[in-house]
């Protein structure tokens, strides 16, 4: 099976969805399944204006093939913005061509310190990604209250999260594997 690639859908520094990335990817690590993140802390501070159009540089390039085109599997840990999804990760999809996410395969994990674990912001996430043609797992997996579920070592302080994020991840390598 090729890598999956893990995307932390926001560029806030010291984010509650980077260390859900970490915990996701040490599940996989756990599954004998290679997985690395993809941090949106890298992308240009010019996207909006310097990577998109048609415009783009030798390094967003590189950055493109590394995470999107080289890849078929991704997992995107999505916080909650203002009741939706994080500017970013849009401005992220549209600077890469359609065609580079046509019938990849993605799963979605919602982050909130809500009560709704980003619920509607992975329902608006998944009209772009079908639109993209990308097969989206059915388990959607919010994750609500992050920061009363995090300990001291940013690990989940409660099993039963854990175990849910496990089984999240089993299924979507079945979804990956039908």
Request: net charge positive.
């Amino acid at each position: 099976m090729q890598k999956i690639v893990i995307i932390s859908c926001t560029n806030r520094p010291g984010s509650n969805t980077l260390k859900v990335c970490n915990i996701y990817q040490s599940i996989l690590k756990s599954l004998n399944i290679e997985a690395e993140i993809f941090d949106m802390r890298e992308l240009p501070e010019n996207i909006a204006f310097g990577e998109i159009h048609g415009k783009r540089t030798k390094e967003y390039s590189t950055l493109i093939e590394k995470y999107v085109t080289k890849n078929n599997a991704f997992i995107f840990v999505i916080p909650e913005y203002n009741g939706s999804f994080p500017g970013l990760l849009k401005l992220f999809i549209d600077t890469v061509h359609p065609r580079e996410w046509a019938e990849k395969s993605a799963c979605l994990v919602g982050v909130s310190d809500g009560r709704a674990g980003n619920l509607r912001g992975m329902e608006h996430f998944m009209g772009i990604l079908n639109y993209v043609k990308v097969n989206v797992y059915h388990n959607k997996l919010p994750i609500s209250r992050i920061v009363q579920l995090l300990d001291e070592k940013d690990n989940f302080n409660h099993p039963e999260q854990l175990l849910v994020c496990r089984l999240q991840l089993e299924g979507f390598l079945k979804f990956l594997n039908r």
